[in-house]
């Protein structure tokens, strides 16, 4: 994450001596004209096509500009910058065969803020992300497109921008850059981070709106999550209760009203399940984030200096396509708990008449925050179709050599919608909540205390948008809290105010 947002990195010197010996091994195979996938032959089904020597380094140009294939909308540079750190690191491990000077060139860019323009559209996920990557290796070599300091060149004068020299590709080296998961997994790191940060919003968003609502924080009793004992549904309690501490905004034990709804009532149940999908994406992505996945994977004995060369699969992107999927789908559900949240904020028939139709006083003249659920909801629906498994298709291709794909960088792509769509439906629950909370205030009085965490939250939303008095331009608002949710301001301030982690 530090990366991607501009930290600079340098290669630890004691990766070098695995890194030359695997490279030495390259070029022996070379000279004894060993037959070794990618290195002395062709790609894909040219898999049988010998390259004498003299071709070695003409091939791995030619695989380059050939599959520099990719179309659709560029990749923000938070994200190239990630794809980047993540192939430097794979190929650092020393199981690759590229030369330093290679991944000096991936560091040296990214300490320079040398940004290759990368298509999002055109891997399969398997071999890898072989057209995204072959974008980024372009400007290695002086071709292709990059931005610096926000400024479009071609990579050869981005390069010199920055005071450096193109690559001259040797044997090995095209196919280490292209062949791997740095974008499936790059993307994806970054992907759950956020989902971290949004799922813990949404329980303070879920606790926010219990007050506005007049709910009862019963259900979260750490005895009933006890006796169902899934961990993240207890912690998922846990920081409900932190956030409620203290408010006077509940219902108490002895109300005729017993129960509330179910997306009030199973907050720990549904969103304790989605924590469970992010922390498993997350246990993938870490792995994946220091392995060795690109092919053919080059072993090299540090006692006896004999090499070996095993070509196998770690380029598929299996684990990370179906990790990304389920967290796809978890985080569809965390939308959809918060849309149902929303529509029982301005439905008065919903909320026994707490607030009023609305969230409005003057109802018939005015239509109040009545269209900010319609965008909740149709956020919510647009997410149900984009939640499909993209893991669950494949297609084959490179004449049925390669027969089966992960589709992983469908899947991450996916995600990356769906958590924009859900930050924008956890924004609109906070700004109705915040609308309610104030409401009932002119019930109950100014002095009625919020929770200690949904107060933070409170005070946040209204640093940044007024109680509405009138019928107004509701989307800039909107956006206001959305960006509250998106940079993390409401689960960081919140989190300080309960002293997590401290």
């Not at 695997?22 to 004209?33: I, L, N, P, Y």
């Not at 149709?378 to 499909?388: F, I, M, R, T």
Request: glycine share 8%; with cysteine; net charge negative.
């Amino acid at each position: 994450m530090a990366v991607a947002n501009g930290r600079s990195v340098q290669l630890d010197p004691t990766a070098l001596p695995k890194i030359q010996r695997a490279r030495a091994a390259v070029e022996q195979f070379v000279a004894e004209g060993r037959v070794v996938y990618g290195i002395t032959t062709g790609f894909g089904r040219f898999k049988d096509k010998i390259i004498s020597p003299e071709e070695v380094k003409q091939l791995q140009i030619n695989l380059v500009r050939s599959h520099a294939v990719g179309v659709g909308p560029l990749l923000p540079k938070e994200v190239v910058r990630a794809l980047m750190l993540v192939r430097a690191n794979t190929l650092a491990l020393g199981h690759s065969g590229v030369r330093p000077a290679v991944i000096y060139l991936l560091l040296d860019m990214l300490n320079s803020g040398v940004h290759p323009r990368i298509p999002s559209q055109g891997s399969l996920g398997a071999s890898g992300d072989l057209a995204p990557l072959a974008h980024l290796a372009l400007v290695l070599i002086g071709e292709g497109e990059a931005e610096v300091d926000g400024v479009v060149m071609d990579g050869r004068t981005a390069l010199s921008r920055a005071g450096l020299q193109p690559l001259e590709l040797e044997a090995k080296e095209g196919l280490a850059l292209l062949n791997g998961t740095a974008f499936m997994v790059g993307y994806g790191a970054l992907l759950v981070r956020r989902a971290i940060n949004l799922a813990l919003t949404a329980d303070t968003a879920a606790a926010l709106s219990l007050e506005a609502l007049h709910g009862t924080d019963r259900a979260f009793d750490p005895r009933v999550h006890a006796a169902r004992p899934h961990p993240r549904q207890i912690d998922c309690a846990t920081y409900l209760r932190q956030n409620l501490h203290g408010s006077q905004f509940l219902r108490g034990a002895n109300s005729l009203n017993v129960q509330d709804p179910y997306t009030l009532r199973c907050v720990p149940q549904v969103h304790g399940a989605v924590r469970d999908a992010i922390a498993y994406a997350q246990w993938v992505m870490d792995i994946e984030l220091n392995s060795v996945n690109d092919n053919p994977i080059i072993f090299v004995d540090e006692e006896t200096g004999e090499a070996d060369v095993i070509s196998a699969g770690n380029f598929h992107g299996e684990p990370i396509a179906i990790a990304a999927d389920y967290m796809a789908l978890a985080l569809t559900e965390l939308g959809n708990m918060s849309e149902r949240r929303c529509a029982r904020l301005v439905d008065a028939d919903s909320n026994s008449g707490v607030l009023p139709m609305f969230l409005t006083q003057n109802g018939g003249l005015e239509s109040g925050f009545m269209m900010a659920q319609y965008t909740a909801a149709a956020l919510a629906s647009e997410n149900k179709v984009l939640a499909h498994p993209a893991s669950a298709d494949s297609i084959p291709s490179s004449a049925n050599i390669e027969d089966h794909v992960s589709m992983g960088a469908t899947a991450v792509r996916q995600v990356a919608q769906i958590i924009k769509h859900v930050e924008t439906i956890v924004a609109i629950e906070l700004l109705l909540a915040a609308q309610g909370i104030d409401f009932r205030r002119q019930v109950l009085g100014d002095d009625v205390q919020m929770g200690v965490g949904t107060a933070v939250a409170h005070q946040l939303i209204r640093q940044k948008v007024p109680f509405t008095t009138a019928d107004t331009t509701l989307a800039p608002l909107i956006e206001q809290v959305r960006q509250l949710v998106a940079n993390g301001t409401i689960k960081q301030a919140v989190e300080k105010r309960l002293e997590i982690g401290n």
